[in-house]
């Protein structure tokens, strides 16, 4: 009678062969504020045995202040150079895995630098979670409006052609976290393993 490999033991060899297969590249999420990407990131560097970078905080790490103090003194324009800065300079630093804020890749460079040196994942979330997720929550400048249901709506239209762009795609919701970062795992040994990843990936390129 043949012995059945346990659970554990097929994610721990699935695990290892993703990150044998991504060589010097990094993994890098992309999606709206809320869609959990610092929280996913973290587990999947866990996962991976790679270092978790947040591009968020490393703003604020260099700035010595909270992202909306940033807004307020140098407003968005200074912040999205910077984050083009910070962004380029964790996907030089070697192999991790990189949470993006949510606008970050609207910048061309940005998306370029991730084509060439990672992996991307869309955290993909519908409006509703993410209100749920971010209502709370004063640390999101951009929702600093009169109808904060609105301007997600509105981003949401925006940015998502270029999410889309992503080489994988998974599902964001009110599921245990765990379930999710298998997801992406499964995702992520589906995209390595399913063909030439220059030719045949989706990737972050220019907005349709």
């Not at 202040?65 to 030089?92: C, H, Q, S, T, W």
């Not at 061309?108 to 929550?137: F, G, P």
């Not at 589906?190 to 972050?204: A, T, V």
Request: with cysteine; proline share 5%; charged share 30%.
């Amino acid at each position: 009678m043949s012995e059945t490999a346990s659970p554990n033991a097929v994610s721990a060899t699935q695990d290892a062969e993703i990150s044998a297969a991504l060589g010097g590249r990094s993994i890098v999420l992309v999606g709206m504020m809320g869609a959990g990407k610092s929280t996913i990131g973290r587990r999947l560097s866990a996962r991976l045995a790679l270092p978790f970078l947040d591009a968020d905080a490393e703003i604020e790490l260099a700035h010595d202040m909270p992202i909306p103090d940033i807004f307020a003194k140098y407003g968005e324009a200074y912040f999205r150079d910077g984050e083009v800065r910070v962004i380029a300079r964790l996907l030089n630093n070697g192999p991790a895995v990189i949470a993006t804020g949510g606008g970050a890749v609207m910048r061309q460079e940005t998306r370029d630098r991730i084509r060439e040196k990672a992996i991307s994942i869309w955290l993909k979330a519908d409006s509703d979670i993410i209100m749920r997720r971010v209502k709370r929550r004063s640390d999101r400048p951009l929702l600093q409006t009169a109808d904060p249901e609105a301007t997600v709506e509105r981003l949401i239209r925006e940015r998502e052609p270029v999410y889309s762009q992503a080489d994988v795609t998974v599902w964001s919701r009110d599921v245990p976290h765990e379930k999710i970062v298998d997801e992406c795992m499964e995702a992520l040994h589906g995209k390595l393993f399913g063909g030439n990843i220059d030719e045949s990936q989706e990737r972050l390129g220019n907005t349709p």
